[in-house]
Nanobody, 115 residues
Framework: QLYLEESGGGLVQPGGSLRLSCVYSGNRFSLFDMAWYRQAPGKQRELVASIFSGGTTNYIDAVQGRFTISRDNAKHTVYLQMNSLKPVNTAVYYC?????????WGRGTQVTVSS
């Protein structure tokens, strides 16, 4: 059964860092454009950062310069390095394809930024 499994979240103080990981259980991972999404309490899920199959990356303005998305195709894994975290970054973070047709969503990983 195909799945996405996110990990690496936790409680961190403002200004701190976290590195999220997401493993895809299926094949042909290198062909997929992947992204990190987040859903804050009371808000809709939003796309945060994308990494395309060729390696190009895109970020929303709110995280540009602080977050870095990367991938290891051999490990079927996509990462999100998050630096200079702010309380507003508190959310459940998910990964999935950056595409109209997506995989079944994983459970996500909770990121809480608080002093």
């Amino acid at each position: 059964q195909l799945y996405l499994e996110e990990s690496g979240g936790g409680l961190v103080q403002p200004g701190g860092s976290l590195r999220l990981s997401c493993v895809y259980s299926g094949n042909r991972f290198s062909l997929f454009d992947m992204a990190w999404y987040r859903q804050a309490p009371g808000k809709q899920r939003e796309l945060v950062a994308s990494i395309f199959s060729g390696g190009t990356t895109n970020y929303i303005d709110a995280v540009q310069g602080r977050f870095t998305i990367s991938r290891d195709n051999a490990k079927h894994t996509v990462y999100l390095q998050m630096n200079s975290l702010k309380p507003v970054n508190t959310a459940v973070y998910y990964c999935n394809r950056d595409a109209k047709v997506q995989f079944t969503w994983g459970r996500g990983t909770q990121v809480t930024v608080s002093s």
